[in-house]
């Protein structure tokens, strides 16, 4: 009886140390298919920071299809959303519109690898089999630092398939930041900096933010089932007014140019979807002053219902 335990024992302790390899080094057997299952990356940019206008879009990234060139396979890579004009300096302007199916480049997979179409040659994007002590190759995402190195490795579950996340030693553009690349989804700074096609690190006078990731509507990063609103751009298409607010970025407050007496409600949120309480008062006739001193620093969303009128406006917390 007892070596029939010990050898059961002993199953058992093979049974986990297989397994134990299999979560250590899962990708050595698996490659994930980078495009498949509806991959939609969230993303935030802005440009044009130090100028009377900033041009802010809120839009999410996604596969329409594939486009055959030569021997190659790629994936249409659209966008949809919002995009804002936004007046730093008054009067500067106020604007914002809505796009869908708007196409952005070509990309494709081969092997651990993600290629961008280019008429001249395929450019690399993405190389993820890199290994602790790789330099990350110029090119592509980036065009800033020949010196950034992988110095450590680990791993992210997403859906069936794990993926890999490199973490990134400082180099002289990195500001301190130590940087992550995620296998398939993106590269970022710790406050989500950057992006899956953007530049790395981000670019000079512009914001570019990453929200979230999913795979058939569902969110894997920044957590499993973490609140993100894919569908950008789809209800404020249908209850947009247009409102002028300043200043953007605010401190303590932002005052809202409405025409009435009608404002009703204002709902505050993040990029995450968390919820913030807010109050207002009316401080002229036609100006609302919202109290923003007890948001913490980063990128909020107002949604403001102004009578029969409901609009969304994006601002900047210093």
């Not at 936004?86 to 500067?92: D, E, M, N, Q, T």
């Not at 209850?239 to 607010?245: L, Q, V």
């Not at 025409?259 to 036609?286: H, R, V």
């Amino acid at each position: 009886m007892k070596k029939k335990l010990h050898f059961v024992n002993r199953a058992l302790y093979i049974v986990v140390f297989i397994l134990g390899i299999t979560v250590i080094s899962p990708l050595t057997a698996q490659v994930p298919d980078y495009f498949a299952n509806n991959p939609e990356w969230k993303m935030n940019s802005a440009f044009g920071a130090n100028g009377p206008c900033v041009t802010e879009f809120d839009y999410v990234l996604y596969v329409q299809g594939d486009s055959i060139i030569g021997p190659y396979t790629y994936k249409k890579m659209h966008t949809r959303g919002t995009y804002h004009y936004i007046f730093v300096i008054a009067p500067g302007c106020s604007y914002t519109d809505h796009f869908a199916d708007s196409p952005s480049l070509l990309v494709r997979q081969d092997s651990t690898r993600i290629w961008k179409y280019n008429s001249l040659g395929d450019e690399l994007l993405y190389d993820f089999n890199l290994q602790v002590g790789d330099t990350l190759p110029m090119g592509g995402y980036n065009v800033w630092n020949d010196t950034i190195l992988v110095d450590s490795i680990s791993t992210l579950m997403v859906s069936s398939s794990l993926r890999k996340v490199f973490h990134l030693s400082n180099g002289p553009s990195l500001n301190g930041h130590v940087k992550l690349l995620i296998e398939g989804i993106a590269a970022l700074s710790f406050d989500n900096d950057g992006g899956f096609l953007v530049d790395f690190p981000p670019c000079f006078e512009c914001l570019q933010h990453f929200s979230c990731f999913a795979l058939n509507d569902t969110v894997y990063f920044p957590s499993f089932q973490a609140a993100c609103n894919l569908n950008v751009g789809v209800e404020e298409m249908l209850e947009n007014y247009p409102i002028r607010f300043y200043p953007n970025p605010v401190e303590d407050f932002v005052v809202l140019k409405l025409p009435g007496n009608n404002l009703i409600n204002i709902e505050c949120a993040n990029l995450m979807g968390q919820q913030f309480q807010i109050t207002f008062e009316q401080i002229a006739a036609d100006d609302w002053k919202v109290n923003t001193s007890h948001l913490n620093k980063g990128i909020y969303f107002l949604r403001i219902q102004n009578g029969a009128y409901r609009s969304t406006i994006k601002i900047f917390k210093n």
